[in-house]
């Protein structure tokens, strides 16, 4: 069985870029969140999505936008990025059934210089 | 609304000694509690998890940690720790608004001394 697994591992850009990073579920998992960690901090939670649509959302601005696509799989997008966007950012998957537990994938690594 | 506190950014042990990582939450309703542990440059890796039932939760690595509803308490501990058990440690409750997200307290770092 097959982790939650994201790409890219770390990413360096510059204020005012955008950037996607993606995240493949574990097998069976429909509902992926995603997770801000900045340095010394526990993760925010940003957004869930659950059959394609986002289905909630934490304290984080429009530019922080996100897809999920048939096969569970998503992307996070941010745009006009800022300094404070540099941040380790987690995705984490749930099974349908196992409702309560959260699967996390090793992360991404963003800078923005 | 819910939330997590651990007490100490920075916790520092012998090898072989008691390890205690305390974490209060509150929450409104019945809480799902969940001990996370990160290693340098890794992902969040699930420790343990408090739903329902048996209020001592025995998870990986020897770890362990007891529901207090009482105090509001969910403390994690280690009976002799290891070298290897160096890490940071996050608490967190599960909250439900529309989606199910995690809220995590602050983190601790467990530093093992030789």
Not at chain 1, 4 to 26: A, D
Not at chain 1, 30 to 51: D, E, K
Not at chain 1, 88 to 106: I, V
Not at chain 2, 38 to 50: A, M, R
Request: glycine letters at 8%; proline letters at 5%; aromatic letters at 12%.
């Amino acid at each position: 069985e097959t982790g939650v697994t994201q790409s890219p591992t770390h990413l360096i850009k510059t204020r005012g870029q955008q950037v996607t990073l993606r995240c493949s579920s574990q097998s069976g998992h429909n509902t992926v969140s995603w997770y801000q960690q900045a340095l010394g901090q526990g993760p925010q939670f940003i957004f869930q999505y659950y059959r394609e649509e986002e289905n909630g959302r934490g304290n984080f601005p429009p530019r922080f936008s996100g897809l999920q696509f048939p096969n569970y799989s998503s992307e996070l997008n941010v745009n006009a990025l800022e300094l404070d966007d540099s941040a380790l950012y987690l995705c984490a998957s749930r099974a349908p059934l196992l409702s309560n537990e959260q699967f996390f994938g090793p992360g991404t690594r963003l800078t923005v210089l | 609304a819910q939330s997590v506190t651990q007490l100490g950014s920075h916790v520092s042990v012998s090898e072989g000694a008691l390890v205690l990582l305390r974490c209060n939450y509150s929450s409104s309703v019945p809480p799902y509690l969940f001990w996370y542990v990160q290693y340098p440059n890794q992902g969040l890796q699930l420790l343990l998890k408090y739903t329902t039932g048996a209020t001592l939760v025995k998870g990986i690595n020897g770890f362990e940690a007891e529901f207090k509803k009482s105090e509001t308490s969910f403390h994690l501990t280690k009976p002799s720790a290891h070298m290897s058990d160096a890490a940071e440690y996050f608490c967190a409750v599960s909250v439900t608004q529309g989606a199910q997200k995690l809220v995590f307290g602050q983190g601790t770092r467990l530093t093992i001394n030789p």
